[in-house]
């Protein structure tokens, strides 16, 4: 075997090694084929290829699974939003309590969540389409807004109100 | 569909349902193996191709065989017959009439 072929043997059989399992038939139906390539330069560009399309696919893998995440993520913002939303809403309908109840602790524990949330939201963002983002990021943003209004109200104006 | 895909669905067309290797079909359609592979994939990823390792001669390791499913083959004929009637040339103003 002369030493272009033996290389190009080696770097797909490298690559092939590290694609993830689903990929490796694939890889190795590539390397085997490099058997019945009569031209060594033609088996090394054969060779080079193949490394191109299963570092292509893994990429292609990849995009998948963060937009698998960034769909859930933003479906979690929606959720984590409008449970901070409703839990403040819930506090005109009761009369404040000597200590934090339950419901201060879901509105603090939707907001503490929503952060991590909203960072993997954005690292997972397809950019190429931003309205899809934006709008997903405003809905959150004028709900959290909501919220902390309905909020500040709350403690401020209606409770001294009603319950004097 | 891209002209590289519809390259492989008409080098499948021309056989059949017979079994093809990778190299060979790089070779009829002029299509390195970083293009021809990945649209494998993707055939084989909607089922419309399968695969199968075929012994070869002793001492020359086994080789991957690809072929249409009848779904793939069903497909490959309404696209090769698309493209045709897309790209089929028409005469200007309508033609020339008799």
């Known amino acids: ?24 038939e694939w890889g190795l139906a590539m390397s085997r084929e490099m058997d019945f390539i009569e031209n060594d330069w033609a088996a090394l560009f054969w060779a080079i290829g ?23 993520s933003g479906k979690i913002l929606i959720v984590l939003s ?63 807004a909501l919220a902390f209004g309905a909020l500040y109200y709350l403690e401020h104006y209606f409770y001294t109100e009603h319950f004097r | 569909m ?9 080098e499948f067309l021309q056989d059949g349902r017979s079994w093809k290797y990778g190299y060979d079909i790089s070779r009829n359609t002029g299509l390195k193996s970083g293009t021809l592979y990945p649209i494998l994939m993707r055939l084989a990823g909607h089922a419309l191709l399968e695969r199968r390792w075929e012994e070869s001669e002793p001492g020359r390791p086994p080789r991957h065989m690809y072929r249409l499913t009848a779904e793939g083959l069903r497909y490959a004929r309404e696209q090769v017959l698309h493209s045709k009637r897309v790209l089929a040339p028409r005469p200007a103003f309508g033609g020339v009439k008799n």
């Open chain 1, 82 to 144: 409008l449970i901070a939303l409703f839990t403040v809403l819930s506090g005109y309908f009761q009369a404040p309590q000597p200590d934090e109840g339950a419901g201060a602790h879901i509105f603090q524990l939707s907001v503490v969540a929503l952060v991590p949330t909203i960072l993997l939201f954005l690292t997972t963002a397809d950019w190429a389409k931003p309205s899809r983002n934006a709008r997903l990021l405003a809905f959150t943003g004028v709900t959290m």
């Open chain 1, 50 to 72: 193949s490394v191109k399309s299963v570092i292509a696919s893994r990429k292609g893998a990849d995009m998948m699974r963060a937009q698998q995440i960034n769909r859930v």
């Open chain 1, 1 to 24: 075997m002369t030493l272009v072929r033996r290389l190009a043997l080696r770097i797909l059989n490298a690559t092939v090694r590290r694609a993830r399992p689903e990929l490796q």
């Open chain 2, 2 to 10: 891209s002209p590289q895909t519809r390259q492989v669905l008409s």
